[in-house]
């Protein structure tokens, strides 16, 4: 059995405990309040985060990762009867939020604890790369500029359209470009930044009746690319 087994008493006793605060916490909310929001924190939830403690066992993570799932299928199986018997005011939704952490917990793994596909081995000592005494070519700045032209294109467009297609050519460049670079952290950050500008922009130009559906449009659409940039950095390097 791995190591993380030895964690369930506790985790389970401190799940019992938050249990039992979110019952008399929703409980006195509903005596309290004739017209109490239909949602409510729930101290409970925090099971959502045990994924995470499979990292501290990363010499057997694949092994403890999936133990940590009984204890969240037990944790939502004893909400949904809170919630039914009627002490648990709103029903559980971390059902749709299981994968989440999972799938964070495996690519924080890749990103600090395992080398990637295509990291190269550190050269012996002694032996300089002959890569790093050439001199930097202006091909390794091409990935700048062709980030820098999409931006300015994206920052210049007037139309609802052209405002549209600048977003689905920027949005892919500024997390694709990021793998031909040095610096693939500090170019995401950059390139956040650029959304950022670029979106605060849109605000102001975009037509009123077309910013809301846009703004969560781009911003899904962005978060998407960029997490799926993450992951595949994560497992290449």
């Not at 924080?108 to 000592?125: D, V, W």
């Not at 956040?192 to 969560?216: E, P, T, W």
Request: with cysteine; proline share 6%; charged share 10%.
């Amino acid at each position: 059995m791995p190591e993380i087994v030895s964690l369930w008493p506790i985790l389970s006793m401190c799940t019992l405990a938050a249990l039992a605060i979110d019952c008399y916490s929703s409980l006195k909310r509903e005596n309290n309040a004739a017209h109490s929001p239909s949602s409510e924190a729930r101290l409970s939830d925090f099971v959502f985060f045990t994924p995470f403690i499979a990292l501290y066992y990363h010499d057997e993570f694949w092994i403890s990762l999936p133990f940590t799932l009984p204890l969240i299928i037990a944790t939502v199986a004893v909400q949904s009867f809170f919630h039914k018997r009627g002490w648990l005011k709103s029903p559980p939704e971390i059902w749709a939020m299981i994968p989440g952490p999972y799938l964070l917990a495996i690519v924080g793994y890749f990103m600090f604890f395992r080398e990637g596909i295509l990291s190269e081995p550190a050269p012996e000592a002694g032996v300089e790369s002959a890569l790093g005494e050439s001199a930097s070519s202006w091909l390794d700045f091409w990935p700048y500029a062709v980030g820098l032209i999409l931006f300015l294109f994206t920052m210049t467009a007037r139309r609802t359209d052209s405002i549209g297609f600048s977003h689905l050519l920027f949005i892919p460049a500024i997390t694709i470009l990021p793998f031909f670079t040095d610096s693939y952290w500090w170019t995401m950050l950059a390139g956040f930044v650029l959304f950022l500008i670029a979106v605060h922009r849109m605000f102001r130009v975009m037509n009123s009746d077309h910013i809301g559906g846009a703004s969560v449009m781009g911003g899904y659409f962005y978060m998407m690319a960029a997490f799926g940039s993450v992951v595949v950095y994560a497992i290449l390097y």
